[in-house]
């Protein structure tokens, strides 16, 4: 896991920003032209390109240039990465809060109803 790290650090920070999060959303949908995904954001195309850099940097998605069109597609492995690191963090945490449930009821047992 220590190795996956940095690798991990780049997907949640590509994550983290909502443009890229929508763009993720939509591509879970299938590939896409980038005039088509940039289409329902109020912002230029430079700086809609520059989130899809981030977001292809961190590998969640690639593109492929073929003509004048550009399209993108996700890469459902990266996304995986990142699902399997917080459904680690969600049982680690369910466990804490099932023991901690336990502790409270074991000490007073007699409020129970």
Not at 20 to 47: M, T
Request: glycine fraction near 8%.
């Amino acid at each position: 896991m220590v190795n996956q790290q940095p690798a991990l650090d780049s997907i949640f920070h590509a994550l983290a920003d909502p443009t890229r999060r929508a763009v993720v959303s939509r591509l879970l949908g299938g590939d896409a032209p980038v005039k088509r995904l940039a289409e329902p954001f109020d912002i230029g195309l430079p700086a809609f390109l520059k989130h899809l850099a981030v977001l292809e940097g961190a590998g969640l998605i690639r593109s492929e240039k073929l003509g004048r069109v550009r399209t993108c597609r996700l890469d459902a492995e990266r996304l995986a990465a990142a699902e399997g690191w917080l459904s680690q963090q969600r049982a680690v945490w369910q466990g804490r809060t099932d023991r901690l449930a336990a502790f409270v009821e074991s000490q007073n047992p007699e409020e129970r109803i």
